[in-house]
């Protein structure tokens, strides 16, 4: 198997996934009332988390990237 680059955004997007999925199912099973004015939040709070992860990935890796280029 190859190796592949680490990406931190899709880490984060699949435990965001994850707890929404954790929350939905408590609420099928009658053990949490999952109200729209609370899942619609969670669900946008999740994506932005996301994409913030991402910016700063990317952010880290041109600066990473501009260093290597003035030492070779």
Partial sequence: MRRH???PAVLVMGLVLLW???CFILDACQVWDLRPEYSVPLVVSGLALT???AVVTQVVRAVRGRRKRRRA
């Fill in 5 to 7: 680059r680490f990406e």
């Fill in 20 to 22: 929404l999925t954790a």
């Fill in 51 to 53: 994409v913030a992860t």
